[in-house]
C-alpha cells in the first residue's frame, strides 16, 4: 500500500497494519469473524454444518440468518421478530434494507400462495446475448445425443478465456437448473484445452437454455418434510480415462435441495464398484443435508429412502462381508454401510426407467 498524500516514508520502513483494511488479502475474513462474533453475541447459534447459517430460537420464534460476505437473508416466522434483528443489525453496521427477497446473487424468487419459485431468468438471457444467440434456434436437449469428446476433438481455440468463462457461467446457472448440470460436467473436463468441438457443444447448451430461460425450482407452500434420494453412476464414461460419473440427486418432498455429477476419482473394475461409489456420495450428502435442516429445526424421518438401479451395489451394502472382488475399494466408501446399519438410509431398488 502507498502512504498518504503528505506523509514520507523514511527508507528500510514500511507501514504497520493496525485494522484491517478494504481491499486486502484478509478483509473478508476480518469482516467475516467481526460479524459473527456479533451475531452470537445476540444469542445467534453458528450452524457446525454450514458456516454461513446462523439460527436462534425454535418453533414459531426461529430466526434463520444465511449471509454471504455482506449480503444477508433473514427469515422467520413473525414480521416483529424480523424487525428486532433487522434493527441489531442496523445500529451495528448501518445495514441497507431491500426488503424482502426477490433477486439475492444472481437468483430471482417470486411468491405466491401456492409456493415460491427460484430461477435465474435474467442470468440465463445474459449467457444468450453475450453469446450472440437471442435470434438463434433452440435445440430439445443439452447435447447433442450420443456426443462423445475423445483425444482428438479439433484444432483448439485461439482465445480459451472465452470458453472457461462460458463454462463458469453454465455451471453457475445449475443452481436452479439440475437437468444441465451434466452437461455441464462434461464441457468443464476440457477447460485446459478447449476445442472447437468444446465450444460448439458449448453453445449447443445455450441454444437449450434459449428454449426456457425461466425454467427453475418451485416449492410448494404444502409441500412434506420428507427426503428421498435417487442415485445412478456410468461406468467407464470418460473415453480418456475410463473413470465413471457418479450421479444423484435428493428430493424434499417434490422438490430437488441437492444434486450433483462428478467423474470419479478412481477406475472402477465393474458397474457396481461405480454404483456403490455413486452411493457413497450420496449417503455422504444425504447426512448433510439432514443435519442442515435438523439446525433449522427440521425433523426428518428415517431412514431416508435411498433409490438405486444396480442389485449388486444393494447386495454390497446389506451384506457387509470380505469379498476378492470388493477388498480394494476405498475404505471411505462404506460409509454406505455403517449408515445403513444406523437407519440413516434405506437402500432399494429402482427400475433405471424409473
Known sequence: MDALEGYKIPPGQVCRLKKSLYGLKQASRQWNQEFTDKIKAYGFMQSSHDHCLFVKGSGLQLIALLVYVDDILVTTST????????????RLFSIKDLGPAKYFLGLELARSPQGLIATQNKYALDIIKDVGLLQGRSVTT???????FGTESGRALQDPGKYRRLIGRLLYLGFTRPEICHAAQQLSQHVQHPCQQHLDAALHLVRYLKAS????????????????????????????????????????GISPVSWKTKKQTTAARSSAEAEYRSMAATTC???WVTNVLQDLGVRI?????????????????????????????????????????????QPTYIISKQ
Open 79 to 90: 414480521e416483529i421478530l424480523i424487525q428486532e434483528i433487522k434493527g441489531y443489525l442496523d
Open 142 to 148: 443439452p447435447l447433442a445425443p450420443g456426443l462423445k
Open 213 to 252: 430461460p425461466s425454467t427453475g425450482l418451485f416449492f410448494p407452500s404444502n409441500n412434506d418434510f420428507k427426503l428421498k434420494a435417487y442415485c445412478d453412476a456410468d461406468w467407464a464414461a470418460c473415453p480418456l480415462s475410463r473413470r465413471s460419473l457418479t450421479g444423484y440427486c435428493i428430493f424434499l
Open 285 to 287: 450428502e444425504i447426512t
Open 301 to 345: 424421518d428415517t431412514p431416508v429412502p435411498f433409490f438405486c438401479d444396480n442389485k449388486a451395489a444393494l447386495h454390497i451394502t446389506a451384506n457387509p462381508v470380505f469379498h476378492e472382488r470388493t477388498k480394494h475399494v476405498e475404505i471411505d466408501c462404506h460409509v454406505v454401510r455403517d449408515k445403513y446399519k444406523e437407519g440413516l438410509i
